[in-house]
């Protein structure tokens, strides 16, 4: 078979390379890999592994959608040839995620676990959710990280009801699924960004409202579009200092969903709004293969369709990547034959 690996950090040591198709074991299943749907953190993983120390060679990608080739001894979850999706963080089931307050979990597919870019994987069982039958292949990998993201936020931890505002910044991945659920739960959503292209699309998405960020005062734009309750859902997709913002916009007793950190590591934000108005402030960091199950049954019953900037090959990966350098609207897929 062929997969991706780096031999070292940055794009010009990613590779592709032969290697035997693995056999599963006890309570594993072979899945031979349809689609690799991209995301920020993997150009992030193949630059310098994003601080954490990588063994070489090292295959990113976490987001994957492929059928079931073969089963180990014990495997019961699958039978051969059903489509599945692959989980960002396999142990995460349910309920809190693993780790404590010195060490909080971050055991992720195309992280501290081997990646997904190669034709066929190993993986147990437990690690997979079945796909989506309304989607096809391509369109089923973007769910793991992105499509999961928003609903966890929203929906999961959210508790969106129709009628209530989401503000969304940005039009990346996790914003566009943000909008498309936000929409499909009857909620009045908002976005802002640079770009009035996208802007134009994000409308046409579903957005009821869009906000350029370079021409208006993005707060008090929400202000005026929410009579000045303000946005009682954010996600937070870009970090640092614009946290500030987000507290200045959300509505008394509202949400801020922090997700995105574009502008860097530290958060920082005003206290009396923070004070007097008590939002809840949730860092999301994806979310656990129940809520993925979940996902997967709202967008059959429901017909939500993922916004593909792209299709490439598998052994176009390059381009596939650079692509991120140009700020795509909607996924970035490589395609597996």
């Known amino acids: 078979m062929k997969l991706w690996a780096l031999n070292d950090y940055g794009r010009a040591n ?15 299943v072979l899945v031979k890999v349809a689609a690799v749907s991209l995301n920020h953190r993997d150009i992030m993983m193949v630059a310098d592994g994003m601080g954490a120390p990588l063994s070489f060679p090292f295959s990113p990608g976490s987001d994957m959608a492929g059928s079931v080739a ?35 979990s971050y ?19 437990g690690w997979l959710v079945r796909a989506p039958q309304s989607l096809d292949d391509g369109e089923a ?15 999961e ?12 910044q940005g039009t990346g991945g996790v ?34 409202y869009v906000i350029n960020r370079h021409t208006e005062d993005w707060v008090e734009a929400v202000y005026h579009h929410t009579r000045d309750h303000g946005a009682d859902h954010i996600l937070e997709l870009i970090g640092g200092a614009n946290l500030g913002r987000s507290i200045a916009a959300v509505a008394v007793a509202g949400r801020i969903s922090v997700i995105g950190l574009l502008e860097g590591l530290e958060l920082s934000g005003p206290a009396v709004p923070l004070l007097l108005k008590s939002p809840v402030i949730q860092g999301v960091a994806v979310g656990h293969r129940r ?31 650079a692509a991120f350098d140009c700020g795509p609207f909607g996924k970035i897929v490589v395609e597996i034959a």
Do not use: C
Request: proline share 7%; no cysteine; hydrophobic share 45%.
């Open 141 to 155: 990998s973007t769910l793991p990280v992105a499509g999961l993201t928003a609903w966890f936020a929203l929906i």
């Open 291 to 321: 809520a993925l199950e979940d996902f997967v049954l709202a967008i059959d019953r429901n017909g939500l369709k993922p916004v593909i900037q792209r299709r490439y090959g598998f052994d176009a990966l390059p381009e596939a990547l």
């Open 157 to 168: 931890r959210g508790t969106l009801r129709a009628g209530e505002t989401v503000l969304v």
């Open 70 to 104: 073969a089963l180990g001894e014990g495997a019961a979850r699958f039978s051969v040839g059903d489509r599945v999706i692959s989980t960002f963080m396999p142990g995460w089931i349910d309920g809190r995620t693993a780790g404590n307050a010195r060490t909080p």
């Open 175 to 208: 914003a566009l699924f943000g909008i498309q659920i936000a929409r499909m739960h009857g909620a009045t959503v908002i976005v802002t960004s640079g770009s009035s292209e996208k802007l134009d699309r994000a409308k046409a998405l579903g957005a009821t």
């Open 14 to 28: 990613l590779r592709q390379r032969s290697a035997p198709i693995p056999e599963p074991g006890p309570g594993e």
């Open 107 to 125: 055991r992720a597919l195309g992280g501290e676990l081997p990646g997904v870019l190669a034709e066929y994987l190993v993986v147990p069982d």
